[in-house]
């Protein structure tokens, strides 16, 4: 069982930036590949950005130029840096982890963009 514990969500001003992490408990984090997800307020959950064990990455043509997402294999660790944050990034975001045939989520962290 993997536990993913996503942190740096925030409220933060239109045009700033955060990183979020996602600290996975399993020590073969390397093999997984991963993702984040993110969902607004009344509207479906959707892909931000993935980077698989080995292979590009991807991203939502919303944030494409904005986001990045990198994984550190040592720290169990993946991150979303996000610049030039706007209003309509503004959800709980969450990490997910997935190797067949287990696929496993964090329980999401709220990023907030307003004056």
């Known amino acids: 069982q993997v536990q993913l514990v996503e942190s740096g969500g925030d409220l933060v001003q239109p045009g700033g930036s955060l990183r979020l992490s996602c600290a996975a408990s399993e020590t073969i984090f390397s093999f997984y590949a991963m993702a984040w997800y993110r969902q607004a307020p009344g509207k479906e959950r959707e892909l931000v950005a993935s980077i698989p064990s080995d292979g590009p990455t991807y991203y939502a043509s919303s944030v494409k130029g904005r986001f990045t997402i990198s994984r550190d294999n040592v720290k169990n660790t993946m991150y979303l840096q996000m610049n030039s944050l706007r209003p309509e990034d503004t959800a709980v975001y969450y990490c997910?982890?997935?190797?067949?045939?287990?696929?496993?989520w964090g329980q999401g962290t709220r990023v907030t963009v307003s004056s």
């Open positions: 997910y982890a997935y190797l067949p045939p287990h696929n496993y």
